[in-house]
């Protein structure tokens, strides 16, 4: 591939990172996958899927290290409606919340 193209691929890389959120994180440093947790892993990772798209429609991710899990169990409960969430989503976001969040 000339080089140019593979430069280009690059740039429209990056930018699309930045344009999931908050400066140019990746999404797995915004929102760490949960490969190696234990538990339900199901959940978790539900929860997580929801955390990056549901969570993101209007305002894009926000990187789970931006607030401690007590600061999410308050946000959560107040996007939760916004969010249409229904069954176990809200548990299921809190509980991939716990996992990966300073506390
Ligand atoms: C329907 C749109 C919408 C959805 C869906 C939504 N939010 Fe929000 N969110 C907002 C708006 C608007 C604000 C601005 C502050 C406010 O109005 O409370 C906000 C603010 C925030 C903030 C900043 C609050 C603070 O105290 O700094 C965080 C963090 C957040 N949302 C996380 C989430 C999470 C997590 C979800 C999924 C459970 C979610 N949002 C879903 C609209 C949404």
Redesign the pocket.
Same mark, same amino acid.
Request: some cysteine; charged content about 20%.
């Given at each position: 591939m000339p080089y140019s193209r593979l430069k280009r691929l690059l740039v429209v890389g990056v930018i699309g990172a930045c344009l999931f959120g908050a400066g140019c994180q990746s999404l797995e440093e915004m929102a760490p996958p949960v490969t190696g947790a234990t538990g339900n892993v199901s959940a978790l990772s539900h929860g997580r899927s929801?955390?990056v798209t549901?969570?993101a %429609?209007?305002?894009g991710i %926000?990187p789970v290290a931006?607030?401690s899990y007590a600061e999410?169990q308050g946000?959560?409960t107040?996007?939760?409606e916004?969010?249409k969430?229904v069954g176990t989503d809200e548990g299921d976001?809190l509980a991939y919340l716990r996992t990966v969040s300073r506390h």
């Open positions: 929801l955390f549901r969570c %429609t209007c305002h %926000t931006d607030h999410w946000i959560v107040e996007m939760a916004r969010s969430l976001i």
